[in-house]
């Protein structure tokens, strides 16, 4: 007969044996990712922010519409107000440097968020409107900036009397113009050049699996497959919906991260080469893909510029001629499905 006391012995040294197993087994486990109901509260308070600045923008435009400069000037940075004590008055500096009229016929704003050298968003203002100089063929666009601080939002803007931005606006356009011609002269005396550019972009997955609430990441190469060297410049290719995204039902997935601006340059590839434009895209960041199912994804050409030099300084954006024709990649296919806790 076996002893009680070596069965509750036996009995206690499995348990503990199981429970460790357990232990091992939750380690090893991948960490557990946020639902996609988490990921939302971000965009929420983007959103929230958004519709902030709008809020603060609109006391300003309604100052301005009320003659009430002071209260309009309180809005302002202290780089404003101190240009703004140069003059006789508030009223004077608005109608020097402000396009008031414009501003107060708006009815509905157009602003997009830019990104600073900080952490900070600052959300940029587009008031266009048409001058009197019969020189001036284009509109022409007054933009001011605002941005959140410790004590609340702030307007900020471009000080020069309008009187001389627009007249240097209008030489920048006159001289901009000159340019264009030249640059079609150009064109045509390296059209030979430029139909020997043979360009290809290839899209390729980097994650493994595909699941809600979870990186989507992708790889882009731009594969030079010509004889000659061409220039490239890649600076947008991962924003401003350079993807194309549908469902199994052919409908396109909405981009929902929002106008960004960038700054790059040209960059040579040679022939026979390849380069890797982006390594790391997640589209989940960017499109709204909230449902399973089995998506097509594509990159559409956007944000990506080829072409020629015409000098010898190589990376002069004056002597660049850019390629009219889109390069869009593959299209790759992929299975997306639910989140499990």
């Not at 996609?36 to 971000?42: H, L, N, Y």
């Not at 803007?157 to 209008?170: A, G, H, M, N, V």
């Not at 350079?242 to 039902?249: A, F, L, P, R």
Request: glycine share 4%; proline share 5%; net charge positive.
């Amino acid at each position: 007969m076996v002893n009680w006391k070596t069965s509750i012995l036996f009995i206690a040294l499995v348990i503990l044996f199981l429970s460790g197993c357990k232990k091992a087994v939750s380690v090893s486990q991948p960490p557990q990712r946020e639902p996609p109901e988490k990921a939302d509260e971000k965009s929420r308070e983007q959103v929230g922010l958004a519709e902030e600045a709008r809020t603060v923008m609109l006391k300003f435009q309604q100052a301005l519409q009320e003659s009430a400069w002071e209260k309009a000037l309180s809005y302002c940075s202290k780089n404003v107000k101190a240009k703004a004590k140069e003059y006789e008055s508030a009223e004077a500096f608005f109608k020097a440097v402000v396009p008031i009229e414009t501003i107060v016929q708006t009815r509905r704003f157009r602003f997009f968020p830019v990104k600073g050298s900080t952490d900070k968003f600052y959300y940029v203002f587009d008031w266009s409107f048409h001058t009197s100089d019969p020189d001036m063929e284009h509109r022409t666009g007054w933009q001011p900036f605002i941005y959140k601080t410790d004590v609340g939002w702030t307007i900020d803007f471009r000080t020069t009397p309008l009187k001389e931005w627009i007249e240097q606006y209008k030489q920048d356009a006159l001289r901009s113009r000159q340019r264009a011609k030249e640059r079609e002269l150009r064109r045509k005396a390296f059209e030979p050049k430029l139909k020997a550019v043979k360009a290809k972009t290839r899209l390729t997955l980097v994650s493994k699996e595909f699941v809600l609430g979870r990186p989507m990441l992708f790889r882009l190469e731009l594969v030079n497959q010509g004889e000659e060297e061409f220039l490239y410049d890649h600076q947008q290719v991962t924003v401003n919906a350079s993807m194309t995204i549908t469902d199994e039902n052919g409908k396109r997935v909405s981009y929902i991260a929002g106008p960004v601006q960038t700054l790059g340059t040209y960059k040579p590839i040679k022939p026979g080469k390849s380069v890797v434009l982006f390594d790391d895209l997640d589209i989940a960041k960017q499109y709204d893909i909230k449902k399973p199912g089995r998506y097509k994804v594509q990159f559409n050409g956007n944000g990506l510029q080829i072409g020629i030099t015409t000098g010898e300084e190589q990376f002069d954006p004056d002597n660049f001629i850019g390629i009219a024709e889109k390069f869009p990649s593959n299209t790759v296919e992929i299975n997306v499905r639910p989140f499990d806790m």
